[in-house]
């Protein structure tokens, strides 16, 4: 459509992004199609932002499943540069949901590459998930190597910074015991009274097997608990994608442990069910723009939820005035978000 216009495009994928102002430059503007944060580095988020903001380039963000909130925009560069703030602040939106943390501290998660340890980012991502929730919600955190314990005591979020300082004191320990750590939150979790339980699992290492996909499948079928896991790095025990398929959840392979960050806050947007509208609905128009048809305004078939910065101008809200189209000034350039997509679901 683009090249219909007239317009030079060139098409890369999202690692193929340049991550440097002097390349950036080169463009007007730089278009981002359904692109998670985990598919960009740190680099190249942070030189989007400063090419919208002190080149003065364009940007331009379209929705789609792995986009915004279930993107894992939420407090990066990348997020900063937009009209949309990616977490959903009416609590009348999103139900109360219970998250239990379990966590890998073995000697292995105190490896690096040259960075923060794997353990260090994985209690980053766990802090910046904590950011995401509401009043009301309770969290936990079991930390495990060859044994496990409580960091967190399963508790109602009304302290938040409280508990993000206890998940940053957890230390590196010795063996890998995920049963452990995983049977320590099955004690807990049915007792919890939430219309959303949920345990994020996270590890590096293998271990014994035994009694974990019974213990996941009767979480979930009798306390209707789901579980997601997240492998960090390839010496993770491959059992952990067969975990997440008997606890309904999702698995995520990382193998670069610095977007650890990025693949919680996703995990936690989609766990709350709230941040993916799937229904059909027509845009309803709130502002004067260039940008659309004089002549009425097709149906759309879903969006991600996300909330306007207070500048913004949204030029199409859904009927629930959730915004799908909106633009603002960033610095010297602009930026435009649209949070449905472009496949015409």
């Not at 959903?88 to 966590?103: C, F, G, H």
Request: charged residues 20%.
């Amino acid at each position: 459509m683009l090249q219909n216009s007239g317009m030079q495009v060139e098409r890369a994928l999202p690692w193929e992004m340049p991550a440097s102002l002097l390349h950036l430059g080169r463009y007007d503007a730089v278009v981002l199609v359904d692109v998670p944060a985990s598919q960009l580095d740190q680099a190249q988020m942070q030189a989007i932002q400063q090419y919208v903001r002190d080149l003065g380039g364009g940007l331009v963000v379209i929705g789609g499943p792995t986009a915004f909130g279930v993107g894992g925009y939420y407090h990066t560069p990348l997020e900063n540069a937009l009209p949309l703030e990616m977490q959903i602040k009416d609590e009348q939106k999103r139900p109360r949901m219970a998250i239990l943390y379990v966590i890998d501290h073995s000697g292995s998660m105190m490896e690096t590459s040259g960075g923060p340890t794997k353990l260090n980012l994985a209690k980053e991502a766990a802090i910046r998930s904590v950011d995401m929730l509401m009043n009301g919600d309770q969290v936990g955190v079991v930390a495990f190597d060859d044994t496990a314990s409580w960091a967190v005591p399963v508790q109602t979020l009304e302290d938040p910074v409280a508990i993000q300082s206890a998940i940053s004191h957890i230390s590196g320990g010795g063996g890998t015991d995920i049963y452990a750590g995983l049977y320590a939150a099955s004690q807990v979790i049915p007792k919890i009274d939430a219309p959303i339980r949920h345990i994020i699992l996270l590890t590096d290492g293998g271990a014994d097997p035994t009694g974990i996909p019974e213990l996941v499948q009767r979480l979930h079928t009798q306390e209707n608990v789901t579980l997601t896991t997240i492998a960090v790095g390839s010496d993770a025990t491959p059992n952990l994608k067969e975990w997440a398929k008997l606890g309904e959840g999702r698995y995520y392979f990382v193998d670069k442990p610095s977007r650890l960050p990025d693949v919680f806050t996703a995990e936690t947007a989609l766990v709350s069910r709230s941040y993916v509208v799937e229904e059909p609905f027509t845009p309803i128009q709130t502002a004067p723009s260039a940008l659309l048809p004089d002549k009425g305004l097709p149906p759309l078939y879903g969006y991600v939820a996300t909330q306007a910065r207070r500048t913004a101008q949204v030029i199409l809200q859904s009927p629930k005035e959730d915004p799908i189209l909106a633009t603002w000034r960033y610095g010297l350039g602009k930026a435009l978000a649209f949070t449905s997509d472009a496949t015409g679901r």
